[in-house]
């Protein structure tokens, strides 16, 4: 623990970055969005007690062994329209970090990121704005690292120390995450959209092929993912050949 919390003093150091460590908090996003954090800081805890996570649901992670924190970001330039670009940009970084680990991770839509089925990260990204314009961004980030065993009530969770049968040096997962967030928030905040859009897509789980969807309540049906629009909206084409647009929560992936 103690070679930890040095090497997040390193860290700081390099990315000119405050990374706030905490043994327990409530919510690392609840920490997070106190106006006293400056862009790129960090706060993270090895226990929370409130771990929120998307859909009003918990985030349960065991102490010490992964990746709980939120990381504060204030673009300059983003407007509300394009704010789902930030959580666009938060899952590359997610995907790049495992990348340098040699796994290969997809993002699941919206922004779950996920290890074949499973799903080995969460983010929840909380956003200000102010008037037009997106001020802040807190993205909780939690990712699964060196856990063996899983609350039997999770659907499909999965670590990096389950997947590649080895542990990982925490820090050094925060640092691979550190080098993808920034360049990859720089090209929001320069509008660079393309970039960003080509890059979410070609990471898409489930990019490729036909599979089960289903609408809260409904009859699950077949689908492709056409495309996902700027707002954050998924595009399906159903088996008949329409398609038809969905927000976060009015249609799931059947696993
Ligand atoms: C989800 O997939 O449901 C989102 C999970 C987000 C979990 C992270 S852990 C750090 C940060 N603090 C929280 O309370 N939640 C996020």
């Not at 820090?171 to 509008?191: C, H, I, R, S």
């Amino acid at each position: 623990m103690s070679n930890f919390r040095e090497a997040l003093i390193e860290l700081e150091e390099t990315y000119t970055i405050v990374i706030e460590w905490h043994k327990e908090v409530t919510s690392t996003n609840d920490l997070a969005k106190r106006g006293i954090y400056s862009h790129g800081d960090i706060v993270l805890a090895e226990s929370q007690t409130a771990g929120r996570g998307q859909r009003g649901n918990r985030w349960s992670s065991s102490e010490g062994d992964n990746l709980t924190f939120s990381i504060v970001l204030k673009p300059n330039h983003v407007v509300a329209e394009s704010q789902f670009y930030i959580s666009k940009a938060i899952a590359l970084a997610i995907v790049k970090t495992l990348a340098a680990f040699d796994i290969r991770a997809t993002i699941k839509w919206p922004n779950d990121i996920y290890v074949g089925d499973r799903k080995i990260c969460g983010t929840l990204i909380e956003n200000d704005l102010m008037g037009t314009n997106l001020t802040k961004s807190v993205a909780g980030i939690g990712i699964n690292v060196n856990q063996r065993e899983f609350d039997p009530a999770l659907l499909n969770p999965v670590s990096m120390r389950v997947v590649s049968k080895r542990g990982y040096n925490r820090a050094q997962v925060l640092e691979q995450f550190l080098k993808a967030v920034f360049p990859l928030f720089n090209l929001v905040d320069n509008g660079e959209f393309g970039a960003i859009d080509e890059e979410y897509f070609a990471n898409l789980y489930r990019r490729n092929g036909v599979y089960r969807f289903a609408e809260p309540g409904g009859v699950p049906f077949d689908a492709s993912i056409e495309q996902v629009l700027p707002s954050g909206a998924l595009v399906l084409r159903k088996s008949d050949g329409t398609t038809k647009q969905y927000l976060f929560k009015e249609v799931a992936f059947v696993l």
